[in-house]
């Protein structure tokens, strides 16, 4: 008797179990006839005369031994070797050790530089002009720190103070756009 392809597939229960079930059934359907042919002498069952097959000629010659047969094995065993080999527990943790020696490291570089105190430094430093005409008051805090020994700045506290030439000064005169300019300066900067 042969096994019905859709008994085996019903009675799987995981993927894994249902995929084996369809390849057996698909082989058992494939090789079922040939193998009730084959097993039907050994069982003491003769066939009808009229149902007979004649025997084949020639035999078949089996396949040259430096060709592949491709079977279900060696499909299972092609896609294992395609899966990506696992760590040993020792290579795991020495991955994790190194990982952690690095995150301690990075935190103690950005604490020694946070560390550094800084200080507030008061005094008067011009902002220059920028490319656009507008105050750079980055450079002018940096200017009043790198004065104090340090090697940069914030800008804490501005101010403005507006400078005219003398022709101001001369009565009668009156003020044109171009006699007076307003200047910023830094006050005072948070330096490290």
Not at 21 to 43: N, Y
Not at 92 to 107: P, S
């Amino acid at each position: 008797m042969v096994a019905r392809p859709d008994n085996l597939i019903a009675q799987a229960t995981t993927p894994v179990a249902t995929t084996l079930a369809i390849a057996m059934a698909a082989l058992l359907m494939s090789a079922g006839p040939v193998w009730a042919q084959a097993t039907a002498p050994a069982l003491g069952v003769q066939e009808p005369a009229e149902q007979a097959v004649p025997p084949q000629a020639a035999p078949v010659s089996p396949a040259p031994p430096g060709e592949e047969n491709p079977g279900l094995i060696h499909e299972i065993g092609k896609l294992m070797d395609k899966l990506p080999s696992l760590k040993s527990p020792q290579q795991t943790i020495e991955d994790l050790n190194t990982r952690a020696k690095d995150a301690a490291q990075g935190a103690s570089d950005t604490l020694s530089r946070l560390a550094k105190p800084a200080s507030m430094v008061s005094g008067r430093a011009i902002c220059p002009a920028a490319a656009n005409g507008s105050p750079d008051c980055k450079l002018g805090a940096d200017k009043l720190c790198q004065s104090k020994g340090y090697k940069e700045g914030k800008s804490l506290n501005t101010d403005s103070a507006e400078a005219c030439s003398a022709k101001v000064l001369i009565p009668g005169r009156a003020r044109k756009p171009g006699d007076c300019r307003t200047d910023n300066y830094v006050t005072s900067a948070l330096c490290q």
